[in-house]
């Protein structure tokens, strides 16, 4: 399975983001390339049909997505088109989703899943009967597909995930460590939204709990920042047609205890999305522009350190804490331990804005007295959560061996452009460190 770099959302195609962000102020992009660009303190945009009470509209408002393709997903294919603005829009292919031996296949609900090692993946549920008259699907399952090539254009075959419920739909897919977790439809059940988990993509699934919600559509679930996780669900239309939207309810960490569904805040009905994180939203510069603008100029820089925390501002613009209000041991990184079959693995998970245009984190690791390496570490999973942020598992590559391992988040700006006359190719392209995370964390045996 050959391993990409992280999906490019917006501005940086191809990518998968959408035309509907939530949780922030929420603006509506319509596919014929008219409406606004994205707005620079965006972080989560969603794709999804547009509830309009009859339930027959299912063109895409989108950013850049794949799609069910053709009417009502008859037929074995699932579109995928790309944009870096939001208004124009280029066609990439049309993905054969071809089950062997399917009489009349129905392809349904492509939805992204990148694992932490930047792979992309899509879950797709194809039935490989009544595709002609839509329902019923006794036979629809979720599988799993990649690309096979940097374009897009060339997808691996369908591979069907080994979920312990096999009659199943809309699956979300996230990993958190070194555990896959999938929400899923189960037609068996009503529709009932299950949760399960697994330590492989494909095979080894596992039921953890029956979350209910039949017949509700377009699961989502995305982890909270403080803890639990954030179920979306749509009704599709309602009584007499009415047009609905998605509503959100909040579990604690073992999906009990959910609290009552929520409408969220949008301005049209929305139907069947998919959210994901922003790309190279906002600079460094327009963050301080917004949070720093009252202390002095000094205290603005990335290096310094405003509220006098421990953390350079440059950290809490990735880590997106609050620059003048000291953050919190539980908003820092925090360390954790992966228990692989050579050794205990000392990792450290933190949450950073992906939306930042001109700053990478990246956590490092240093042994005793060597250097500190990014390249010594591996990144596990790549997690959305629900305020934007994506949340980073990355462990150490060597076992914890008798010496300390010790563990940072390092944050890097680019550099400003140049402005001398060099030729081209004597410019130099490499960032610039402005500041390490302070206090590193230490772990031994």
């Known amino acids: 399975m050959p391993s990409r770099r992280a999906i490019a959302f917006v501005h940086q195609p191809p990518n998968i983001a959408t035309v509907k962000y939530l949780l922030l102020a929420v603006i509506a992009f319509a596919a014929s390339g008219r409406g ?65 031996g399917a009489p009349d296949q129905f392809t349904w609900s492509p939805i992204f899943f990148e694992d932490g090692d930047g792979s992309v993946h899509v879950i797709v549920a ?39 419920d096999t ?4 699956c979300w897919v996230w990993k958190e460590g070194t555990t896959y977790h999938a929400a899923y439809a189960d037609f068996s059940r009503g529709g009932a939204v299950v949760h399960a988990t697994s330590q492989d993509l494909v095979v080894g699934w596992v039921r953890d709990k029956v979350l209910g919600y039949n017949s509700q559509e377009g699961n989502i679930v995305l982890p909270i920042p403080g803890g639990g ?25 073992d999906f009990t205890n959910p609290t009552p569904q929520t409408l ?36 603005r820089t990335p290096g310094a350190d405003a509220d006098d925390d421990g953390l350079a501002n440059v950290i809490e613009h990735v880590l997106t804490t609050n ?53 010594a570490m591996t990144v596990e999973s790549l997690t959305l959560v629900s305020d934007g942020t994506t949340r980073v598992h990355a462990r150490t590559n060597a076992p914890l ?13 680019a550099a400003a452009a140049r402005t001398s006359k060099l030729p081209s190719s004597a410019k130099s392209s490499r960032p610039r460190s402005i500041r390490r995370l302070a206090s590193p964390w230490a772990l031994s045996r």
């Open 36 to 100: 606004q660009v994205l707005p620079p303190e965006a972080r989560i945009v969603m794709s999804h049909f547009k509830s309009d009470g009859g339930g027959g509209d299912e063109r895409l408002y989108i950013s850049c997505v794949a799609y069910t393709s053709g009417t009502y997903g008859r037929g074995t294919k699932f579109g995928l088109v790309k944009s870096s603005d939001l208004l124009n829009w280029t066609f990439v292919t049309s993905v054969d989703a071809t089950l062997a």
């Open 126 to 164: 194809i039935s490989p009967t009544n595709g002609s008259t839509f329902y019923p699907v006794p036979d629809m399952r979720v599988h799993e597909m990649h690309p096979t090539n940097a374009a897009w254009t060339q997808w691996s075959v369908p591979v069907p995930l080994q979920l312990p």
């Open 167 to 170: 009659n199943n739909n809309d």
């Open 229 to 253: 996780y954030r179920l979306y669900l749509e009704r599709g239309n309602g009584p007499g047609g009415t047009p609905t939207t998605y509503t959100t309810a909040d579990f604690s960490a």
């Open 264 to 299: 969220v805040n949008s301005s049209i009905p929305i139907r069947n999305g998919k959210v994901c994180a922003v790309r190279n939203a906002v600079s460094y510069n327009q963050w301080q522009a917004n949070l720093l603008a009252g202390v002095p100029a000094a205290l």
């Open 323 to 375: 620059p003048i209000v000291p953050t919190a041991a539980a908003n820092r990184p925090q360390p954790y331990a992966s228990h692989l079959a050579d050794g205990l693995h000392p990792g450290i998970r933190f949450d950073f804005l992906r939306a930042s245009s001109d700053v990478l984190a990246a956590a490092e690791a240093r042994s005793g007295s060597g250097t500190w390496s990014s390249p």
């Open 401 to 413: 061996a008798n010496q300390p391992a010790l563990l940072r988040v390092a944050a890097t700006q």
